[in-house]
């Protein structure tokens, strides 16, 4: 890993990634950091959640004092989490670290006040940075509870009326799967298949061969109890 990363976090919410892209590589131009590597991860920006394996391994790099600049395009690149930001940035910067923001440029500058005012600046700074990007990511969380809604049959959809998640399984494919009761799961699973919205044809999982295994069905006539009377 190189000494000088630009660290590129993109999701579907990002409307021009392209140019966040470029602008990071033109302040690598501007530092004078010739022997940078671009490491780019598709995640959601709104969860800090998920594993971040490209992210990991650039801590990792850190660690090891691989990596002494680390740029991005925004501080909430790393985290929308403002303790999460502002630990990031006391804890790496101890060994050595300098981060550089596209966005938030001012933050450099903060480095010409004399100490120790400068390190009380920064930390003051990251905390309503890092306010702004937690703010920002509620919102966004609450504009998507807002967007969904359950229509009369208490199906979920989304404000346009489109149903809200995985397409379900057919009624045809739920009979053949219970045609094929008493062999594995995995050999049914290998022998139905259905078509995806883009049109590619797939085997059906095993946990919805489960799934449908362990659903209640009507009785066929070999389940069906006997007459009254008979034992």
């Given at each position: 890993?190189k000494?000088t990363?630009i660290?590129?976090?993109?999701s579907?919410?990002?409307q021009?990634?392209?140019?966040?892209h470029?602008?990071?590589?033109?302040?690598v131009k501007?530092?004078?950091?010739?022997?940078?590597e671009v490491l780019?991860e598709?995640?959601?920006?709104?969860?800090?959640?998920?594993?971040?394996e490209?992210?990991?391994?650039?801590?990792?790099?850190?660690?090891e004092?691989?990596?002494?600049n680390l740029?991005v395009?925004d501080?909430?690149?790393?985290?929308?989490?403002?303790?999460?930001?502002?630990e990031f940035?006391?804890?790496?910067s101890?060994i050595?670290?300098r981060?550089?923001?596209?966005r938030?440029?001012?933050?450099?500058?903060?480095?010409?006040i004399p100490a120790?005012?400068n390190?009380?600046m920064?930390?003051?700074?990251?905390?309503?940075v890092?306010w702004i990007?937690e703010e920002e990511?509620?919102k966004?969380?609450e504009r998507?509870?807002?967007?969904?809604k359950?229509d009369?049959k208490?199906v979920?959809v989304?404000?346009?009326?489109?149903?809200w998640?995985?397409?379900g399984?057919?009624?045809a494919?739920?009979e053949e799967?219970?045609k094929?009761k008493?062999?594995?799961?995995?050999?049914?699973s290998k022998?139905v298949?259905?078509?995806d919205?883009n049109?590619?044809?797939?085997?059906?999982s095993?946990?919805?061969?489960?799934?449908?295994l362990?659903e209640?069905h009507?009785?066929d006539?070999?389940?069906k109890?006997?007459?009254?009377g008979e034992?």
């Amino acid at each position: 890993m190189k000494e000088t990363i630009i660290y590129n976090r993109v999701s579907t919410e990002d409307q021009h990634p392209e140019l966040q892209h470029k602008d990071c590589e033109n302040l690598v131009k501007e530092l004078n950091f010739n022997n940078y590597e671009v490491l780019t991860e598709k995640e959601s920006a709104w969860n800090d959640n998920v594993k971040r394996e490209v992210f990991d391994s650039i801590r990792k790099g850190i660690q090891e004092g691989k990596v002494k600049n680390l740029i991005v395009w925004d501080f909430d690149r790393l985290f929308r989490n403002r303790i999460r930001i502002v630990e990031f940035m006391r804890n790496y910067s101890k060994i050595g670290l300098r981060v550089y923001s596209v966005r938030q440029r001012w933050f450099q500058d903060i480095e010409n006040i004399p100490a120790p005012f400068n390190d009380m600046m920064k930390d003051l700074m990251l905390q309503v940075v890092g306010w702004i990007a937690e703010e920002e990511s509620n919102k966004k969380s609450e504009r998507t509870k807002l967007a969904v809604k359950k229509d009369k049959k208490g199906v979920t959809v989304s404000y346009k009326g489109n149903k809200w998640g995985r397409k379900g399984i057919s009624k045809a494919t739920k009979e053949e799967v219970l045609k094929l009761k008493g062999l594995t799961m995995r050999e049914i699973s290998k022998r139905v298949t259905y078509w995806d919205k883009n049109k590619h044809k797939r085997n059906l999982s095993i946990g919805a061969v489960h799934k449908i295994l362990s659903e209640k069905h009507p009785l066929d006539s070999s389940q069906k109890p006997s007459s009254k009377g008979e034992r």
